[in-house]
């Protein structure tokens, strides 16, 4: 059965750090790309970070580039995004998904998480 489980979300002030994790089981995680998606309420799902099967590769959205980070841990299954410098503009449900292509369009994701959420106050 597969899982993926998003954790460290929270409340946190404009300029402030926050470290989501990814946890995952029931497929071979090594094999997939992972991605980090976000959604504000009236907002578009937006594909934040993604991350090819063994960290060599990462892709940003311009909105978050040079302030968040993706890596991975493949030992432990283990997907993170490290959020720094966060604004408002970053308040939202956080998402994990794995893929086998490579891209951030939603239709390209086989497996989702329930989410996080990510709430930045100014």
């Known amino acids: 059965q597969v899982q993926v489980v998003e954790s460290g979300g929270g409340l946190v002030q404009a300029g402030g750090s926050l470290r989501l994790t990814c946890t995952a089981s029931g497929f071979p995680f090594d094999a997939y790309n992972m991605a980090w998606f976000r959604q504000a309420p009236g907002k578009e799902h937006e594909g934040v970070s993604l991350i090819s099967t063994r960290g060599s590769t990462t892709s940003y959205s311009d909105s978050v580039k040079g302030r968040f980070t993706i890596f991975r841990d493949n030992a432990k299954n283990t997907l993170y995004l490290q959020m720094n410098s966060l604004k408002p503009e970053d308040t939202g449900m956080y998402y994990c998904?794995?893929?086998?292509?490579?891209?951030?369009?939603?239709?390209?994701?086989?497996?989702w998480g329930q989410g996080t959420q990510v709430t930045v106050t100014v």
């Open positions: 998904a794995a893929t086998r292509s490579w891209g951030l369009q939603d239709s390209l994701y086989n497996y």
